[in-house]
């Protein structure tokens, strides 16, 4: 209809081609879904500087030289969620050099606290004369940093609560963009899915997802759109499985209530390219889509699926613990449970220190040493 306003939400980008390097228009094959979009709004998931001093932390460290800044103009990027575990790889020169760049090339950022700007972490803009408001939240790592400084905007239930109260009463339709779940795991965890039916409650007109790297199914939550995850959109790495490489693009249709529709798409595989999936591979892939949108639905088959993907993850994390000692490793992997290694004394206040709130807190105060973040 000619009064709907359409935006259209992408997963994961990481534009980390080098200088010279990219096609000509990476983004051809989905130009028309941009073109009839009103928005366009992605997770920008590294800093686009020239710093290269990366911070302490595990895992990947990520960041896009200057000027693959095009490479978001040709996706026709309008939004730049930058809410995410990536953000602040190159430290608060790396997050406002970002920002300022975005600036300089029309593109609006949110998902920033504390900014240097001293615009709120929120995005209110107008779409043929309906207000738009966007909210961006990730989960706590490393871009997520003590109160006061400049950070990624870390997920907090009770600040959600006060966000989308203020801003409720001053937009048309409110977006919530989460940032967040377990990295290749096609489903929410049974938190993840209350938090978003939570945000949905609290009054966000349509909730979306991405960070795991993979595409995961949906829900229309009293009317509301929840999308788990978009997966990726553009993340040019080597070496990684097939799901890697298959995302999601979503339509937002905002007429009277929100419609969505979901294109599956093939990106950075053989070329550094996005194109929409077709044929054979489009039916199997709608088909998986409606899989795991049925385990969303059924609590029973989520915390199914769920406590078998926490068993296969078990020992893994279990040995990321500095307590545990090379001959303890061993044991664990020839399958001896731990309450048989350790004093089940030890390990039940242990687990209390994590299940309960404010122990955490001062655990994590305990752990953390100037200069990790």
């Not at 941009?34 to 800093?47: F, G, M, R, V, Y």
């Not at 731990?338 to 390990?347: E, N, Q, T, V």
Request: include cysteine; charge should be neutral; hydrophobic fraction near 40%.
């Amino acid at each position: 209809m000619k009064d709907t306003i359409k935006i259209l939400c992408s997963g994961d980008f990481a534009p980390l081609l080098n200088s010279g390097s990219q096609n000509i228009d990476p983004f051809q094959d989905i130009q028309k879904l941009i073109s009839n979009a009103n928005a366009h709004i992605t997770n920008l998931e590294c800093p686009i500087t020239t710093l290269n001093q990366p911070i302490a932390k595990t895992g990947l460290v990520l960041k896009a030289i200057p000027e693959n800044i095009t490479l978001l103009k040709e996706a026709g990027v309008s939004i730049a969620c930058m809410a995410n575990n990536h953000i602040f790889d190159n430290g608060e020169t790396g997050i406002t050099d970002t920002m300022k760049i975005c600036n300089e090339h029309g593109i609006n950022t949110l998902g920033i606290v504390n900014r240097t700007d001293n615009k709120p972490h929120w995005l209110i803009t107008e779409i043929k004369g309906k207000k738009i408001g966007f909210l961006n939240y990730c989960e706590h790592e490393f871009s997520v940093r003590e109160p006061g400084l400049i950070g990624a905007c870390g997920y907090n239930s009770i600040d959600a609560f006060y966000d989308i109260s203020k801003l409720k009463s001053s937009v048309d339709v409110l977006v919530v963009i989460y940032h967040g779940g377990n990295e290749y795991y096609a489903l929410p965890n049974p938190e993840l899915k209350k938090t978003f039916h939570y945000l949905a409650d609290l009054g966000a007109d349509a909730v979306i997802g991405h960070h795991t790297h993979v595409y995961s199914g949906y829900e229309i939550y009293n009317d509301k759109p929840l999308v788990y995850s978009l997966g990726n959109f553009f993340f040019p790495l080597e070496n990684e499985p097939e799901s890697w490489h298959l995302g999601l693009l979503c339509m937002l249709n905002i007429s009277d209530k929100i419609q969505i529709d979901l294109y599956p798409i093939l990106q950075c595989e053989e070329k550094m390219k996005v194109s929409l999936v077709h044929g054979e591979k489009l039916a199997q892939l709608k088909e998986n889509i409606d899989q795991l949108s049925r385990k969303i639905g059924n609590d029973d088959l989520l915390w199914k699926s769920w406590s078998e993907y926490s068993e296969k993850m078990r020992l893994g994390y279990l040995k990321q613990f500095p307590c545990l000692t090379l001959p303890i490793r061993i044991l664990l992997k020839l399958g001896l449970p731990l309450s048989y290694i350790m004093p089940k004394k030890r390990l039940r206040l242990f687990t209390n220190l994590l299940n309960c709130q404010a122990h955490l807190e001062i655990l994590k105060k305990a752990l953390k040493e100037k200069g990790i973040q």
